[in-house]
């Protein structure tokens, strides 16, 4: 499976966005979908995650109560809705997942959080 993420930009603290990741080359389905973010010298950590039918989710205390995950399989995406932005959020964001005990990973979206 091939991802797709989009939707990072610039905006003032207390701001939102909304980060999309668009799967293709597979059954979308089939997997479970993570959002990742690396600062600048920092190591990536997970932001948030969805189980494949959406029923099960998971968010790192950063980003509880902020950040919503969710997804459509019909259009093969995933959403993380980011809102009351802080300048500690500012990263390249990754959508993820694991296939074939094989990490995937998305293109990074820039997110810059001013204050």
């Known amino acids: 499976v091939q991802l797709q993420a989009s939707g990072g930009g610039a905006v003032e603290a207390g701001g939102s966005l909304r980060l999309d990741c668009v799967g293709s080359g597979d059954i979308f389905s089939n997997y479970s979908i993570g959002w990742f973010r690396q600062a600048p010298g920092k190591e990536r950590s997970v932001v948030a995650a969805i189980s494949r039918s959406g029923g099960r989710t998971y968010y790192a205390d950063s980003a509880k109560g902020r950040f919503t995950i969710s997804r459509e399989n019909a259009k093969n995406t995933v959403y993380l809705q980011m809102n009351n932005l802080k300048p500690e959020d500012t990263a390249v964001y990754y959508c993820?997942?694991?296939?074939?005990?094989?990490?995937?990973w998305g293109q990074g979206t820039l997110v810059t959080v001013s204050s």
């Open positions: 993820s997942t694991v296939e074939r005990g094989v990490r995937r």
